[in-house]
């Protein structure tokens, strides 16, 4: 096997010759197999290894172990202890996904603190075959069958090639010694239970069941691919970004033969999971949204508009002071006095300066407020007909902020000036804002 593995990381490693490494080390026979393995290669290496406290004593002599062993050996190592059911239950995750999220972060916090280059781990082809098979009974997308990455960022699995029955042969022929946990005996995880009674059946069945399973892999990765790239293709066609938000164009994705399957792709990042109700949106009336942890996907008339949440406070406000320059938060607005007016849009205005009461106010619109828009002769509207005669999505109104002197509305910024607030004959001193 060490001959083997050394072709393997040649061939599909060789970036990792003269780096620096930590190895991801439980004490299990599978990671120090891979520890033995590194070492005969002189590699440079450092040891890594956690202590979650799940299991009593036995997880101190699992450090215990690690740390006798990298001391006969001289290799660096490195332990750290977490107090993993506390996590789990405090982010209400399970233990498994908590120690996940503890050791991968912690081994970053390693990479930048002592210098390391890369984490290895010693998922094997059997670890490979069971994570297959769990998301397979959970149901699951093509991503979830294309099995564990070899590489992801900086960590690396370099034994995904090699079976549990080759780790255990390696281990027995060097004589290797390791730690035995003691939980991997129960079935009460559903991993144990595929390991322990549904692999052994498959591998009766089919004694080249993983070489089998490995060429599967390699066609559903090769198709992961396709997808990806005609998925990158469509969306160049069908969405549009501006600023934070994304948006969709229904008609465009109509026209596609399987579009759930694009939105799928497309959206599986922002961590969505209530799929049947994001494609009933297509056809749904406009102010129907779908939320995630931190997005929603909004529909509006002839788009899906997807966007961050809104954590901002509609009760949020900003005073301007009298000779203020400047605004950078939370937009961007220059004041100067001017001799002339020039061109006005929706980006400048020109007011009154004499007319307006500070401290200005910057605030969100909200139900009730009204105005005077500028060419109306005085007559009052309210904001919310204003956004709905301009077609403002629910998004764009939410973005929008008033500018308001002494509760009176001056801007409804890159939409509308107020009347009252206009340059007459009267006018002794004129004020330009400009949104930038």
């Not at 900086?154 to 079976?163: D, G, Q, T, W």
């Not at 892999?217 to 990806?228: D, F, P």
């Amino acid at each position: 096997m060490l001959q083997k593995f050394q072709n393997h990381l040649l061939h599909n490693f060789q970036f990792l010759n003269g780096k620096k490494i930590l190895l991801a080390t439980s004490g299990g026979k599978d990671s120090m197999v891979m520890v033995h393995l590194l070492q005969q290669l002189d590699y440079k290496i450092g040891i890594a290894h956690c202590n979650f406290q799940l299991r009593g004593m036995e997880s101190f002599e699992d450090q215990n172990f690690v740390q006798d062993y990298a001391a006969t050996n001289n290799i660096p190592v490195f332990i750290t202890q977490f107090d993993t059911k506390a996590f789990s239950e405090d982010y209400k995750i399970s233990t498994q996904v908590a120690a996940r999220e503890l050791r991968y972060n912690w081994f970053y916090e390693l990479l930048e603190t002592e210098k390391f280059d890369y984490i290895l781990t010693a998922h094997h082809a059997d670890d490979n075959l069971e994570t297959f098979l769990i998301n397979l009974s959970r149901g699951t997308g093509l991503e979830g069958l294309i099995g564990i990455p070899e590489q992801n960022e900086k960590v690396i699995r370099p034994l995904l090639a090699f079976s549990q029955e080759e780790m255990e042969e390696y281990a027995r022929i060097n004589n290797i010694q390791w730690r035995e946990d003691s939980s991997n005996a129960s079935d009460k995880y559903l991993r144990n239970k595929i390991r322990h009674h549904l692999v052994p059946m498959l591998k009766e069945l089919n004694p080249n069941f993983l070489s089998s399973f490995h060429k599967t892999q390699t066609y559903l990765q090769e198709a992961q691919v396709m997808v990806e790239d005609a998925s990158i293709m469509i969306y160049q066609q069908v969405a549009k970004q501006d600023n934070e938000a994304i948006y969709f164009d229904l008609q465009q994705l109509k026209k596609l033969p399987n579009y759930k399957s694009y939105l799928y792709q497309w959206l599986k990042e922002f961590e969505f999971s209530a799929w049947d109700d994001i494609y009933d949106l297509v056809e749904s009336q406009s102010g129907k949204y779908v939320f995630s942890s931190e997005f929603r996907l909004l529909k509006d008339r002839d788009s899906l508009i997807l966007s961050p949440i809104n954590s901002a406070n509609e009760k949020e406000e900003y005073s301007i002071a009298e000779n203020q320059k400047e605004v950078n938060i939370p937009l961007n607005l220059s004041f100067c006095k001017v001799a002339d007016i020039s061109i006005v849009s929706n980006k400048t205005i020109f007011v009154d300066a004499d007319k307006l009461k500070y401290p200005l106010i910057l605030r969100h619109w909200s139900e009730g407020d009204s105005f005077q828009p500028f060419g109306m002769n005085g007559k009052s509207k309210k904001v919310s007909k204003l956004f709905k005669d301009e077609k403002l999505s629910l998004l764009e109104k939410e973005n929008t902020w008033l500018l308001c002197s002494n509760d009176k509305i001056v801007w409804i910024i890159n939409v509308r000036q107020d009347e009252r607030f206009r340059i007459d004959n009267t006018t002794k001193n004129i004020l330009k804002i400009q949104l930038e």
